[in-house]
């Protein structure tokens, strides 16, 4: 029996699984209370009888609860506060804050959620949590709206340092700042005492933390080692097929990774006026290199943008956003690189994935940036250092002869770049930077410099309300809790409103290499690569469309080149073909369900490098070379060219919570560039390279929370 047989049962009860229950349990509308039986929170109270409440007549079965909504809960939390029923009534303003986030996703009118969060931050105060509370201040302050300063000004109020010892000498009248009015939170004068001491960082905080159980079968056609990489049989576990050549442009990471993030960050004022300091320590667990017991600590724990920064506001606001920063990074600069969508970006670091600027480097790149960050632009510049292991001739101690070794030094990058929001629909980025890269071990060019320079520009047109994108691999990571930083936001709709952007980007990098045409030169070889990207949301249906177009040297730029450090070949024995794909991807939420089917497709052309010969009897041969990325090439059979691949899947996404979603999906790939070598059915020696069914069908469900 073909292996597909049992796979295609496994899949339907997958689906039966996880499906079935969301259609047939009725959800409940916006604002619904938990259902009866449901425990409360540990230590939470029971909240107050509702006036006129009765209770159920002997031998009548009890009235069904009515369902309260935002206003309802916050009325019952004001009446349990007036009541001195502090803990009753921030449990009734939580549940009436989360009341109202759903009762704004699905568009019933109510109370806007943050004017609940306000006098929910109001009565954490009350109950001696001035963190939280501070935080929660905070976050409306930093969503504006009419309650935003005040919510800024209690929040600073929480934050003030301590008053230092009195000094000695003549007593100075107190200075006493009035707190802004409230109606639910009366200010309450702390007595004097000595100053607290200075908070620690926050350890144990863990951020950006992925869990995904994986399991499925990326290839039910082919028996396993028919095809590279491997298929094995319907298994636990992430694959590298499961991620498709559209998937996860503006990432790393493909989305199905278990890892984690130990972030001990801390932020002091300075004491120069209008100046920050801050510092953060990031540590990345990837718990799944850690799990495979390689004993490659340094492919499991690793630093993942570690930085110290001084920020002086020059527009003497503490919260504003103006401002001069210096930031170090002591570890490694990966996070600061050239480019804008992450799939083209270059002048990073990341050796480990084939993704650093500096080829043969020893340990990381450390370095540093300076940014001016205004309203409506930003300017900044950096450099950044890497050991490469580079050949010297040295003299042999007490002889003349020559003696070549290998030892490390000290090689740079420097980089720059600006954006500016010409209005509130048009942003434009532009950036450069130049990077050595060692020296040449070629014989004839021995000695000669290595390096590549370059710039990007990009240019969006968009929605007010859906600002250019940024990956989330260039971000820095602050584990401040009072600027909560939250990166799997759940994503929020507003029925009959649409937003959209535009955004085109154009890379080009000059690299100084051998010339492959010339003994003993060097010559410059260009490198191109552009990308278009639509985005389109509304209500509740998204859809992308998305272009991209790589030249030959710009997909293998981080090795550089064909044939490392030497220029492609530009003689008429050889050829190459530059990379163009398009895709397109659409979903659909519903609400009710928190279900979201989604479908993806794309057609890609690869770089091919093509060369031509002529065999004894004078017949031409042709040999192609397909170059997906770095690393990852397929020597087609001799006379055959590069066919198209095409590449579909369809999921179904279901949200289980604000945390937890579990994902089904099939996806198909068509690529006939794959090949395998077998031994001549005719001579029964000789090797041969043919081509397999270039049909590849695979299925698989996940779990994932992400948090």
């Given at each position: 029996?073909?292996?597909?047989?049992?796979?295609?049962?496994?899949?339907?009860?997958?689906?039966?699984?996880?499906?079935?229950?969301?259609?047939?349990?009725?959800?409940?509308?916006?604002?619904?209370?938990?259902?009866?039986?449901?425990?409360?929170?540990?230590?939470?109270?029971?909240?107050?009888?509702?006036?006129?409440?009765?209770?159920?007549?002997?031998?009548?079965?009890?009235?069904?609860?009515?369902?309260?909504?935002?206003?309802?809960?916050?009325?019952?939390?004001?009446?349990?506060?007036?009541s001195n029923d502090v803990s009753g009534a921030c449990l009734l303003f939580e549940q009436a804050y989360e009341a109202s986030l759903r009762a704004s996703q699905s568009g019933t009118p109510g109370p806007a959620p943050n004017e609940i969060l306000y006098e929910l931050a109001g009565c954490h105060?009350?109950?001696?949590?001035?963190?939280?509370?501070?935080?929660?201040?905070?976050?409306?302050?930093?969503?504006?709206?009419?309650?935003?300063?005040?919510?800024?000004?209690?929040?600073?109020?929480?934050?003030?340092?301590?008053?230092?010892?009195?000094?000695?000498?003549?007593?100075?009248?107190?200075?006493?700042?009035?707190?802004?009015?409230?109606?639910?939170?009366?200010?309450?004068?702390?007595?004097?005492?000595?100053?607290?001491?200075?908070?620690?960082?926050?350890?144990?905080?863990?951020?950006?933390?992925?869990?995904?159980?994986?399991?499925?079968?990326?290839?039910?056609?082919?028996?396993?080692?028919?095809?590279?990489?491997?298929?094995?049989?319907?298994?636990?576990?992430?694959?590298?097929?499961?991620?498709?050549?559209?998937?996860?442009?503006?990432?790393?990471?493909?989305?199905?990774?278990?890892?984690?993030?130990?972030?001990?960050?801390?932020?002091?004022?300075?004491?120069?006026?209008?100046?920050?300091?801050?510092?953060?320590?990031?540590?990345?667990?990837?718990?799944?290199?850690?799990?495979?017991?390689?004993?490659?600590?340094?492919?499991?724990?690793?630093?993942?943008?570690?930085?110290?920064?001084?920020?002086?506001?020059?527009?003497?606001?503490?919260?504003?956003?103006?401002?001069?920063?210096?930031?170090?990074?002591?570890?490694?600069?990966?996070?600061?690189?050239?480019?804008?969508?992450?799939?083209?970006?270059?002048?990073?670091?990341?050796?480990?994935?084939?993704?650093?600027?500096?080829?043969?480097?020893?340990?990381?790149?450390?370095?540093?940036?300076?940014?001016?960050?205004?309203?409506?632009?930003?300017?900044?510049?950096?450099?950044?250092?890497?050991?490469?292991?580079?050949?010297?001739?040295?003299?042999?101690?007490?002889?003349?002869?020559?003696?070549?070794?290998?030892?490390?030094?000290?090689?740079?990058?420097?980089?720059?770049?600006?954006?500016?929001?010409?209005?509130?629909?048009?942003?434009?980025?532009?950036?450069?930077?130049?990077?050595?890269?060692?020296?040449?071990?070629?014989?004839?060019?021995?000695?000669?410099?290595?390096?590549?320079?370059?710039?990007?520009?990009?240019?969006?047109?968009?929605?007010?309300?859906?600002?250019?994108?940024?990956?989330?691999?260039?971000?820095?990571?602050?584990?401040?809790?009072?600027?909560?930083?939250?990166?799997?936001?759940?994503?929020?709709?507003?029925?009959?409103?649409?937003?959209?952007?535009?955004?085109?980007?154009?890379?080009?990098?000059?690299?100084?290499?051998?010339?492959?045409?010339?003994?003993?030169?060097?010559?410059?070889?260009?490198?191109?690569?552009?990308?278009?990207?639509?985005?389109?949301?509304?209500?509740?249906?998204?859809?992308?469309?998305?272009?991209?177009?790589?030249?030959?040297?710009?997909?293998?730029?981080?090795?550089?080149?064909?044939?490392?450090?030497?220029?492609?070949?530009?003689?008429?024995?050889?050829?190459?073909?530059?990379?163009?794909?398009?895709?397109?991807?659409?979903?659909y939420h519903i609400p009710s369900l928190h279900l979201t089917p989604g479908i993806g497709a794309g057609l890609q052309l690869p770089a091919t490098f093509e060369s031509n010969t002529f065999d004894s009897a004078s017949s031409p041969i042709s040999r192609t070379v397909v170059v997906r990325e770095?690393?990852?090439?397929?020597?087609?059979?001799?006379?055959?060219?590069?066919?198209?691949?095409?590449?579909?899947?369809?999921?179904?996404?279901?949200?289980?919570?604000?945390?937890?979603?579990?994902?089904?999906?099939?996806?198909?790939?068509?690529?006939?560039?794959?090949?395998?070598?077998?031994?001549?059915?005719?001579?029964?020696?000789?090797?041969?390279?043919?081509?397999?069914?270039?049909?590849?069908?695979?299925?698989?469900?996940?779990v994932q929370a992400r948090f």
């Open positions: 029996m073909h292996r597909s047989a049992p796979l295609a049962t496994a899949v339907a009860a997958l689906l039966a699984t996880i499906a079935l229950p969301a259609l047939a349990q009725p959800q409940p509308p916006a604002g619904a209370q938990p259902p009866a039986g449901a425990q409360p929170p540990a230590g939470a109270q029971p909240p107050p009888p509702t006036p006129g409440d009765q209770p159920p007549t002997a031998g009548q079965p009890p009235a069904a609860p009515a369902v309260e909504g935002p206003e309802q809960l916050r009325a019952r939390a004001r009446t349990a506060l007036s105060e009350r109950q001696g949590k001035p963190n939280v509370a501070a935080a929660e201040y905070g976050q409306v302050a930093a969503a504006g709206g009419p309650q935003a300063e005040s919510a800024r000004a209690r929040r600073d109020a929480l934050q003030q340092p301590a008053q230092p010892p009195a000094s000695f000498g003549p007593p100075s009248a107190p200075v006493v700042t009035p707190a802004p009015a409230s109606p639910l939170v009366p200010s309450i004068a702390s007595p004097p005492g000595p100053p607290k001491e200075e908070p620690g960082v926050l350890l144990g905080d863990f951020m950006d933390t992925r869990l995904t159980w994986t399991f499925g079968d990326d290839d039910v056609l082919h028996e396993t080692g028919q095809a590279l990489p491997l298929s094995p049989n319907l298994s636990v576990g992430d694959r590298r097929q499961y991620r498709l050549f559209f998937d996860n442009l503006n990432s790393r990471f493909a989305g199905r990774e278990n890892l984690t993030h130990l972030v001990l960050y801390k932020k002091m004022p300075g004491f120069i006026r209008n100046l920050d300091t801050e510092a953060s320590l990031v540590l990345r667990f990837d718990i799944a290199s850690l799990s495979r017991n390689a004993n490659n600590v340094n492919q499991a724990l690793y630093d993942s943008g570690s930085f110290l920064r001084v920020f002086y506001h020059t527009d003497g606001k503490a919260d504003g956003k103006e401002g001069l920063g210096l930031t170090f990074f002591p570890l490694d600069t990966d996070r600061m690189r050239l480019g804008y969508l992450y799939d083209l970006s270059w002048g990073g670091t990341a050796g480990a994935i084939n993704q650093s600027i500096f080829p043969r480097i020893v340990g990381s790149s450390p370095g540093a940036k300076l940014q001016y960050d205004h309203e409506r632009f930003s300017v900044y510049a950096g450099f950044k250092t890497a050991t490469i292991i580079e050949l010297s001739q040295v003299l042999t101690p007490g002889t003349s002869e020559v003696e070549e070794i290998r030892t490390g030094e000290t090689n740079y990058g420097f980089l720059g770049g600006a954006g500016v929001d010409i209005n509130d629909w048009v942003h434009v980025d532009a950036g450069g930077g130049y990077f050595e890269q060692g020296k040449f071990d070629l014989p004839d060019v021995a000695g000669e410099p290595v390096y590549t320079t370059g710039f990007s520009a990009r240019a969006v047109v968009h929605h007010p309300d859906m600002p250019a994108a940024q990956s989330i691999d260039f971000l820095l990571y602050r584990n401040d809790p009072n600027k909560p930083q939250i990166f799997f936001k759940p994503e929020t709709y507003t029925e009959g409103k649409t937003t959209w952007a535009v955004s085109l980007e154009y890379d080009n990098l000059f690299q100084h290499l051998k010339d492959f045409e010339v003994a003993g030169a060097t010559a410059i070889q260009q490198a191109r690569a552009a990308a278009l990207q639509a985005n389109l949301k509304s209500g509740y249906l998204r859809s992308s469309l998305t272009a991209i177009y790589r030249d030959l040297p710009y997909v293998l730029r981080n090795q550089p080149s064909f044939i490392p450090f030497q220029t492609v070949p530009s003689n008429d024995s050889v050829s190459t073909s530059n990379e163009l794909f398009f895709a397109v991807a659409a979903d770095q690393g990852n090439i397929s020597i087609l059979p001799v006379n055959t060219s590069a066919v198209p691949i095409i590449q579909a899947r369809a999921s179904l996404k279901w949200d289980l919570s604000r945390i937890i979603s579990a994902i089904v999906w099939a996806q198909y790939v068509r690529d006939n560039n794959a090949t395998f070598v077998e031994r001549d059915p005719n001579e029964g020696t000789t090797s041969l390279r043919t081509f397999i069914s270039p049909d590849f069908l695979g299925f698989g469900t996940m």
